[in-house]
């Protein structure tokens, strides 16, 4: 989790400086998430440090980023074309044919990419998200060292 939260740190950092749009989605079951939209130019510092400290303890359901974010999509002041999410799981999650379905529907409408790091030895194929994502890495551990973290700070 630290690992995970330094990743997007580090995103948000390389964001910043390339003035590019970032929001960071954290979430676990259910709709409930939490969602930081940091436009260029409107960095919050205060409000990032909140949402690194907070973390959702329990399972992961995809309704958050696969319903939810593409629902809020407008509203969090995403732009419009170029988009990658990063997800950063376990990958112990499930995504039914509907949700996959819809998500690829609107995900393709708004020419999003969406990359997934699995990080532990539980689903070393990315389980269901291999239908959703476009690049799935699986990784024992998060680290500066890995082949997924290096190419997605080059995005």
């Known amino acids: 989790i630290a690992n995970a939260k330094a990743f997007a740190l580090a995103m ?20 409930e998430g939490t969602y930081l939209a940091m436009p260029p130019g409107r960095w919050n510092q205060v409000a990032l440090m909140d949402w690194l400290e907070h973390f959702f303890d329990g399972g992961t359901d995809m309704d958050v980023p696969l319903v939810e974010l593409p629902k809020r999509w407008q509203a969090l002041g995403c732009p419009e074309g170029k988009t ?5 799981t376990d990958a112990i999650c499930r995504v039914p044919n509907e949700m996959r379905d819809n ?6 409408a708004h020419q999003v990419k969406y990359y997934t790091i699995v990080i532990g030895d539980r689903r070393a194929d990315g389980g269901d998200l291999k ?7 699986c990784v ?3 680290g500066i060292e890995e082949e997924s973290v290096q190419e997605l700070m080059s995005l």
């Open 140 to 142: 024992r551990q998060l």
């Open 12 to 31: 948000g950092w390389i964001a910043r400086h390339q003035r590019r749009w970032i929001c960071f989605v954290g979430f676990s079951g259910g709709t």
């Open 103 to 108: 998500f690829l529907a609107w995900k393709t």
């Open 131 to 137: 239908a959703i994502s476009d690049r799935v890495w």
């Open 84 to 88: 990658d999410i990063i997800q950063i």
